[in-house]
């Protein structure tokens, strides 16, 4: 299972645009990339998944480039409700079944 | 009922005694899965089950055992409880298509 680096933490204001680098040096062909958030005692929650380039959704952004070692999922004009626990993770969806190995995340904090 | 429901919502255990946390799903999801979640720590497979009447071990099976006799449940037993076992379980379910996870509310367990 390809192992993920991201940031412990990030600060933000409201409005602001929020980039989120996660690295995985090893990950493999089949791998696609998929980030989840976490509010306090909830369990996570999708995102955004993609496998390559760009792919955008009604919350949020995701850049993958071409060697794949890296994403950044983008979040656009966060709001308080954003601040939360953002953890990125990369698994073969081609049986649509992962194995996925939550890292500890990034803790996003925004503030007013 | 519509997704993921988890039972109990909280409970606190004696050491040695057994107790089954229960998972029900209502979207006729192929794989499901069990993780804990320790205090600021992200979350750790503990066991999944890719079709029912299948189950596999995760990163920390040890201490835990599941079933799956059907598509819509999946229980998970702890057999003695030690302290250790002292954490947040979260149920998810998949499907084969998307790989997405949907998450249950969790279950608080500390064992004393």
């Known amino acids: 299972l390809a192992k993920t680096t991201q940031p412990i933490s990030m600060d933000s204001y409201e409005g602001q645009e929020v980039n989120i680098t996660c690295s995985h040096n090893?990950?493999?062909?089949?791998?696609?990339i998929t980030w989840y958030q976490q509010f306090p005692s909830q369990g996570p929650r999708f995102i955004i998944q993609g496998y390559k380039t760009k792919v955008t959704n009604e919350v949020a952004s995701l850049f993958i480039p071409a060697d794949r070692k890296s994403s950044t999922l983008s979040l656009p004009r966060v709001s308080l409700s954003d601040t939360a626990v953002y953890y990125c993770?990369?698994?073969?969806?081609?049986?649509?079944?992962?194995?996925?190995?939550f890292g500890t995340g990034t803790r996003l904090l925004v503030s007013p | 009922i519509a997704g993921i429901t988890q039972a109990p919502t909280s409970q606190i255990l004696a050491a040695g005694r057994r107790m089954t946390l229960r998972c029900t799903q209502d979207?006729?999801?192929?794989?499901m899965y069990w993780y804990r979640q320790d205090l600021g720590l992200g979350l750790r497979l503990i066991h999944y089950?890719?079709?029912?009447?299948?189950?596999g071990k995760g990163e920390v099976p040890d201490g835990y055992s599941v079933s799956r006799a059907n598509t819509d449940d999946f229980p998970l037993t702890l057999a003695s409880a030690v302290p250790s076992q002292t954490s947040v379980y979260f149920c998810?379910?998949?499907?084969?298509?998307?790989?997405?996870?949907?998450f249950g509310p969790g279950t608080r367990l500390t064992v004393l």
């Open positions: 979207m006729r999801h192929n794989a």
């Open positions: 993770l990369v698994g073969d969806l081609n049986t649509g079944f992962q194995k996925l190995v």
């Open positions: 089950s890719n079709t029912a009447g299948t189950t």
């Open positions: 998810a379910s998949s499907d084969s298509l998307s790989g997405e996870q949907f």
């Open positions: 090893n990950i493999a062909t089949n791998d696609y």
